[in-house]
């Protein structure tokens, strides 16, 4: 096995494929890149932990009497639906990560390695499920601090979180194929908020479908915003009309539906992004 | 398969431009071949093509007997890629970027660590080494973008441009580290756009304009391809300078050059030393520099690409190290 003949200067034998054990384990390596960053630079976490603590208290405390008459009925409303509406900003750490890399060279030096093809892509997709438990552990925990009160039980809160995660695992790649396709990672940023916060608010997660005028209604209906913001109330708060308001129906219903869309996401995005990604590089 | 690295006909075009338009190169194993050409020749994608990270259009390359688009994952456990611009994650430490690398090629963390210890201190950046890289300065990132493609010691290292942003000190190092891989059996594609690096590395050096090999040989064969040699004198004096210029006027049977107090003419017959030696000494002129030299790689490549290299003459065409011949 050692033996080596005279020609190249070295010739181990060469194995002409990644297992996908190694794969798997390449993809951890590279995301454990992104905790280090996070380790590194604790101001990162802040940057997408900040603006949903800023939005919990901001609409509980300076809207929320208005629009529910007490903030408290308000706060257990509101704070499902900010779960998922931020789920959905931090996806975009992924488009962020993949266009630095891609703008900076780090990509290339990926692919020139002997490492799966899949393992870059699969790295950031993976790192970014880490901040996004954090994140919504995060605007849980402000809400329970402030009063928000589970009405079913852990089991209930446990698959809302579950769904979240597997909603934002496929919604990563609606954020894959903005980092691909935008020139520099400022602009991913721009492509956040001028894309996330209009569908993000249009949608039931600060108020009920049935205040908003009939034409909007329809879009907010099938907004998978609402649909997910539904499903995380009735998991989290139970089939009942608990310190709201507004009835919060039952959780079959919208668990399915926010599936579907996860689905159909994944289905029309990936194919796209690896598209949009193999043509770039 | 003698060859390191070997290509044909590689062809690849970009919308209307033709990148490479049918390169053919072969590489010995354990020699540096450098690839010399002007911005946009084709130079970096060459390179992509080899490094498996660009497929051709058209055209065969293998690397050690594998080919960079079938067997592109053995021809990646084989290589070393130093790109253009630097791709070091800048949200990293030095170490952390070597670490990344070694854990990746499934290097055992202890080991994985010690190499990028050694490789540090190789580059001389043990004192940044828990740094961020993005505190680094655009020759500290160079150097650990270089010691990223040295952490799996690779057979075959290709360097894009790889002291481009060096400072004078760095790149001589810099040369000295490829020729101790070098020697320690390595085969090294080195692009580059100055010439006297070419000059100084490359057992072979290949020529490339508008995606088309223009030229290649040893440096040596390049220059005699041009056939003149170049004629310098330099008068102590700078009255001399009217005369000079004519005596070197009249042998060479060609306007002189005249830059400063130095005044060079390309000429084809090596006698014209002596006579120029015996002309001056005639007119009581004392010179402080007076030699025949080949043309340098500066020369060649304005006669091969009909525009001038990249370069600014900083050590080039002054410099007395090139001398073959010179009298006093
Ligand atoms: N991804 C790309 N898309 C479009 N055109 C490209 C692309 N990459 C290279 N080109 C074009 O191909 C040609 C060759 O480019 P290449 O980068 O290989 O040149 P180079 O010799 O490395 O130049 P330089 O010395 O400036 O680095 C150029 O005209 C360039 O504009
Ligand atoms: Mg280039």
């Given at each position: ?40 630079n604790p ?18 405390f ?9 903030w408290?009925?308000?706060?257990q ?26 703008t ?5 030096r ?45 089991g ?6 579950v ?21 520099d ?11 996330l ?20 209604q329809?879009?907010?209906k ?12 009735a ?40 598209w ?6 | ?6 290509a044909?006909?590689?062809v ?24 010399l050409g ?13 490094a ?5 259009d ?23 890629l130093?790109g253009?611009?630097a ?6 430490t ?22 990028a ?8 950046l ?23 493609s ?6 075959l290292?290709?360097l ?16 000295e580290l ?13 692009t580059t756009?100055?010439?006297d ?6 057992d ?9 090999v ?11 391809k ?10 102590a ?27 060079t ?14 002309k ?6 004392v010179?402080t ?6 043309s ?14 990249e ?11 090139q ?6």
């Open positions: 096995m050692t033996a080596i003949t005279a020609t190249p200067p070295s010739a181990p034998a060469l194995s002409p494929r990644v297992s996908p054990i190694d794969g798997v384990r390449q993809s951890l390596t590279l995301a454990w890149r992104t905790i280090v960053q996070v380790r590194h101001w990162e976490l802040g940057d997408f932990s900040f603006q949903p603590i800023m939005f919990v208290l901001l609409f509980t300076v809207f929320g009497g208005a629009i529910a008459g007490d408290q009925g308000y706060l409303f509101m704070l499902p639906g900010m779960i998922t509406m931020n789920m959905l900003f931090v996806t975009m750490y992924v488009a962020q990560g993949l266009n630095t890399d891609l900076k060279g780090v990509f290339d990926l692919r020139s390695l002997p490492i799966a093809r899949w393992a870059p892509l699969a790295g950031r997709i993976a790192a970014d499920q880490v901040k996004q438990a954090w994140s919504i552990v995060l605007v849980l925990g402000i809400g329970l601090i402030m009063g928000f009160r589970i009405g079913t039980n852990v209930g809160l446990l698959v809302a979180i769904l979240l995660l597997v909603f934002a695992l496929c919604f990563s790649w609606v954020s894959v194929l903005v980092g691909v396709l935008a020139r990672p400022e602009r991913v940023q721009i492509f956040g908020f001028t894309a916060f209009p569908v993000t608010f249009v949608s039931n997660v600060f108020v009920p479908t049935e205040t908003m005028p009939g034409w909007l329809a879009f907010v099938v907004n998978p915003v609402s649909i997910l913001s539904d499903a995380c109330r998991l989290m708060l139970g089939d009942k009309t608990v310190g709201t308001p507004w009835h919060v129906g039952s959780a079959g219903p919208p668990v399915v539906q926010s599936l579907i869309w996860a689905a159909a996401i994944v289905l029309v995005f990936a194919p796209l992004s690896v949009a990604l193999k043509r770039k590089i | 398969m003698d060859h390191a690295i070997w044909e006909g590689l690849k075009h970009f919308g209307e431009t033709k990148a490479l338009d049918g390169v053919d190169l072969a590489v010995r194993p354990g020699t540096v071949l450098g690839l002007p911005n946009g020749a084709g130079k970096t994608t060459a390179v992509r093509v080899l498996t990270l660009l497929r051709p058209a055209g065969r390359a293998s690397v050690n007997g594998y080919d960079v688009v079938n067997d592109a994952h053995q021809v990646r456990q084989l290589i070393g130093t253009q611009y791709s070091v994650d800048e949200t990293l030095g170490t952390e970027n070597l670490l990344l690398i070694g854990r990746l090629l499934g290097i055992p963390k202890p080991q994985a660590k010690q190499r210890r050694e490789l540090l201190a190789q580059f001389e043990t004192d940044a080494a828990s740094r961020a890289t993005k505190t680094y300065s655009g020759g500290m990132r160079r150097r650990l973008d270089l010691a990223s040295l952490v799996g010691r690779p057979t290292l290709y894009d441009e790889p002291t481009t942003g060096l400072d004078p000190r760095a790149r001589a190092e810099l040369w490829i020729r101790r891989l070098v020697a320690g059996g390595t085969t090294v594609l080195l756009q100055y010439l690096e070419a000059d100084e590395l490359a072979e050096i290949m020529v490339i304009d508008h995606g088309r223009i030229a290649s040989g040893t440096p040596d064969e390049l220059k005699a041009t056939g003149s040699q170049t004629l310098a004198v330099r008068p004096e700078r009255e001399h300078l009217p005369i000079v210029t004519s005596v070197v006027g009249e042998l060479a049977c060609a306007t002189p050059d005249v830059k400063g107090r130095l005044v003419a390309q000429v084809t017959d090596p006698k014209v030393l002596p006579a120029v030696v015996r001056l000494d005639d007119a009581g002129v010179v520099e007076l030699a025949l030299r080949t340098s790689l500066n020369e060649v490549f304005l006669t091969l690409t009909g525009h001038p290299a370069e600014t003459d900083e050590n080039g065409t002054d410099g007395s190290d001398t073959e011949r010179s009298a006093a």
